[in-house]
Nanobody
Framework: QVQLVESGGGLVQPGGSLKLACAAS????????TTWYRQAPGKEREWVAI???????DYADSVKGRFTISRDNAKRILYLQMNNLKPEDTAVYYC????????????WGQGTQVTVSS
């Protein structure tokens, strides 16, 4: 079974940066995670950024211009570079591969906590 492991979160001041990483052990290349999500306390999980099959990306409006998604194919790690962080970015961040109709390729990992606070 594929295990998703997110890392790189932490406590950062507003305006700061973090780089998250998502590793998928035992995943074959075609099922590697492509999307970052986040869930803030009391809110539903929302998508943040997706890396499409054409090596392009799309972002939620709330993070556009501040976050960058990328993947190291050799290492099979999905990254999320987050710049100019805001308190509203505080959430647990997860990665996965959406299959449509609310389904996902893998069981959710533990996520990584990002807290933006002064």
């Amino acid at each position: 079974q594929v295990q998703l492991v997110e890392s790189g979160g932490g406590l950062v001041q507003p305006g700061g940066s973090l780089k998250l990483a998502c590793a998928a052990s035992r995943a074959i290349f075609s099922t590697l995670p492509t999307t970052w999500y986040r869930q803030a306390p009391g809110k539903e999980r929302e998508w943040v950024a997706i890396r499409t099959s054409g090596y392009s990306a799309d972002y939620a409006d709330s993070v556009k211009g501040r976050f960058t998604i990328s993947r190291d194919n050799a290492k099979r790690i999905l990254y999320l570079q987050m710049n100019n962080l805001k308190p509203e970015d505080t959430a647990v961040y997860y990665c996965n591969r959406p299959l449509g109709e609310g389904k996902y390729a893998h069981t959710w990992g533990q996520g990584t906590q990002v807290t933006v606070s002064s």
